[in-house]
């Protein structure tokens, strides 16, 4: 049985200070690097509850001198453990984290944790990590040492994203040692992981790193025990606790020589040898500076790129620059560096990146990376602002504003006019979902559990309702009730007004994180329980609830359950998305599966509701009547993201994952312009649209304008 969160977090942030000894982010001074000996275990993927985990884990309840046979070095017993990520196997469901602190509890040393996308997914843990490490991220100094701890992980998403909160943290955190002191890095997601965007938004944390004297970056993710060099960084992945050959990272550093080598849960020495160096580098990475274009500067011709590289006895042969991570040009040496003058004539309207790249006469290749706009005069970008924060939530638009949350824990109101910022609303935790505009007020669901009433004028908060749970979905309204599901599966209906509490169903078992849908005096909405749920909007009452075409397939069935785009209502069907990609249509009334169409991520209504528009993985968009006859598809960048299309004015509007938009013909399907909102990093919300214009929130912290004049 799920508890409520405000009582289910008390009782276990109390375990956990007792049983982790978890401690503040440590932003001291760190001394010279220690020349005595020092260690710690690496593990990563334990997926509680999943047989095997706890096993593994067993062997460090008392921790012990362990030999790193390939060095013949012998590792003192660890002075802390760090899970680098996928701690539980479906996030929140059930009793997850309670298992998790109880299975570490025995181990006498620090445990430190990491998020990997098991723990972000379905339903995210991060209320229950951060009140206990204070953010999503953190950094702690052990033995001359600085441990930073990354999170890759997307919110109520699978994709890795590298968020721009967390790198302005890192700089302010890294600031505050010396380029010397050994740092360790641990983030779940490789770097050189196909999940990212693209190389750009790894880039951006690799440039930000090399400065400082990187002992290895500790990944997670592949359940497999390697070390790659990738670009100029040492990376140790350290397996998994109860996957193929079970086991985890021993990591020794004695007299300033860093070892690692990994030992298979039941081996008495650690026998796969993985990296050892001294952690004073012989040659710290060359500084590369790009001089033009600057960052996020808007370009009308021909891009002009200049660079410099600090070589420091390295022998540069060439060197060369690629935009958007293809179309090789090479860099021509002058007294003042190196330049390159690149066409845009082919390149899409909107924001793109840059990398530069040196290779020296050993084949070592380095790099720098930076961001750039293309402007063509159309469509035309009516403005762009940086919220600083990555944010999944779906833009809302008034007459003259236009209101999102983001993960950074606030809700923020901009000028529809100039972009300009109205107001911040800071909360308890992140907003995920979109906000809901009644007259002059917001609502918008927190993580942190409440549901927030927000005057739109100032961003005021009026009143908060605690639903006890984190809130990942979208509210919607008839007017005088507010509709709302929970990471529990707490569904709520609340007075618009005073919010107070009209009713409280708890039919569906697990997180509600997609936007509901108010049809005939009922709510229709998807659950990562497997079932689509329709319950009677007056009462709250269950009418029936059908399982998702994608979850009656067999292993593993509520991963794929209809739960992440919002199902739609129309011609007495319900069209519901899930996450294998079929769309079940069920019947409205009494909740019968009908039929199922495949390679589809995503459904929305016609602005008249009498059509479907489908989002479709095989790059298809279409539209349809409730009978399924298809009355245009046309080939756009399309994709898995359950993000749904919208219409406004005549016009169709989706963007991809990698954040090109596409405006389309509502009557034909005619496509009527392309812009590339983010320079590839992801956007994984819905586009809001009115009068012609475009808003697009993307995870690289960029809420855009673009449309016509």
Not at 165 to 188: C, K, Q, R
Not at 199 to 224: C, K, Q, S, W
């Amino acid at each position: 049985m799920t508890l409520p969160f405000n009582k289910f977090t008390k009782a276990l942030i109390a375990i956990a200070i007792m049983a982790m000894a978890i401690i503040s982010p440590s932003l001291a001074q760190p001394k010279p690097a220690s020349t005595g000996s020092f260690s710690f275990i690496q593990i990563s993927d334990e997926h509680v509850p999943r047989r095997g985990t706890s096993a593994t884990i067993k062997e460090l309840y008392k921790p012990k001198s362990i030999l790193l046979k390939p060095y013949g070095v012998t590792a003192p017993p660890p002075s802390f453990v760090m899970s680098t990520g996928d701690i539980t196997d479906f996030g929140a469901k059930g009793n997850s984290w309670a298992a998790l602190i109880k299975l570490h509890a025995p181990v006498p040393v620090p445990y430190y944790l990491a998020l990997g996308n098991h723990d972000q997914t379905w339903g995210a843990i991060t209320p229950e990590f951060t009140h206990c490490y204070r953010a999503p991220y953190y950094s702690f100094n052990n033995s001359a040492m600085h441990f930073v701890v990354l999170n890759s992980t997307g919110l109520q998403d699978p994709r890795p994203i590298i968020a721009p909160e967390m790198l302005e943290w890192l700089i302010s955190d890294l600031g505050l040692i010396g380029t010397d002191t050994p740092v360790f890095v641990m983030i779940h997601h490789p770097l050189n992981s196909s999940e990212y965007s693209s190389r750009y938004e790894t880039d951006r944390l690799l440039d930000m790193l090399r400065p400082y004297n990187i002992a290895a970056l500790l990944v997670g993710h592949g359940h497999v025990a390697k070390y790659q060099r990738y670009s100029g960084v040492d990376m140790v992945e350290s397996g998994s606790t109860w996957s193929v050959n079970p086991g985890y990272q021993v990591v020794s550093i004695n007299n300033g020589i860093l070892s690692i080598a990994y030992k298979r849960r039941g081996q008495k020495a650690a026998e796969t040898a993985m990296l050892q160096k001294p952690l004073t580098p012989a040659k710290r990475y060359p500084v590369i500076e790009i001089t033009n274009p600057i960052e996020r500067s808007t370009i009308t011709g021909p891009v002009m790129v200049s660079c410099t590289i600090a070589a420091e006895g390295r022998n540069i042969t060439s060197a060369y620059v690629e935009i958007d991570g293809r179309d090789k040009t090479n860099l021509a040496q002058g007294v003042d560096g190196w330049s390159a003058s690149i066409p845009t004539i082919k390149l899409t309207p909107g924001a793109h990146y840059l990398r530069v790249s040196f290779v020296d006469a050993d084949g070592e290749v380095y790099n720098r990376s930076r961001s750039f706009y293309v402007d063509f005069g159309f469509p035309v970008v009516h403005w762009r602002a940086f919220t600083s924060a990555a944010s999944k939530s779906t833009p809302a638009v008034t007459a003259d504003s236009v209101y999102v949350g983001t993960n950074d824990n606030s809700l923020l109101a901009y000028s529809l006019n100039n972009g300009a910022m109205r107001w911040v609303c800071r909360t308890g935790g992140a907003v995920a979902g979109e906000p809901l505009v009644i007259d002059d007020r917001i609502y918008a669901g927190c993580e942190d559990g409440f549901l927030y009433c927000v005057s739109a004028a100032s961003g005021t908060i009026l009143w908060r309702f605690d639903a006890g749970d984190p809130i990942y979905s979208s509210p919607v309204s008839d007017g005088s009730s507010v509709y709302f599901g929970c990471r529990s599966g707490a569904f709520y209906s609340i007075d618009s007004v005073w919010g107070r509490r009209e009713w409280r169903s708890t039919a569906a078992t697990y997180n509600i994180e997609s936007k509901p849908f108010l049809a005939n005096g009922n709510i229709y909405f998807g659950a990562w329980d497997k079932f689509v749920y329709c319950l009677d909007a007056t009462t709250g009452k269950l009418k029936w609830k059908c399982e998702g075409q994608g979850s009656a397939e067999g292993i593993d069935a509520a991963r794929y359950s209809p739960a992440d785009c919002g199902p739609v209502v129309t011609g007495g069907k319900v069209f519901a998305p899930d996450r294998k990609y079929r769309m079940s249509i069920i019947d409205a009334s009494t909740g019968k599966l009908l039929t199922f169409v495949n390679n589809i991520s995503a459904v929305a209504l016609s602005a008249d509701t009498s059509y479907i528009y489908l989002r479709g993985t095989d790059r298809k968009l279409k539209k349809i009547e409730p009978s399924g006859t298809v009355l245009w598809s046309v080939d756009v960048s399309m994709d898995d993201v359950p993000a749904p299309p919208v219409e406004s004015d005549g016009v169709v509007y989706v963007c991809s994952k990698h954040g090109l938009t596409t405006a389309v013909s509502a009557t034909d399907g005619t496509i009527l312009w392309h812009y590339q909102a983010t320079p590839s990093s992801y956007v994984l919300s819905s586009i809001t649209a009115s009068s012609g214009t475009a808003y697009i929130n993307g995870t690289d912290g960029s809420l855009t304008a673009v449309g016509k004049l």
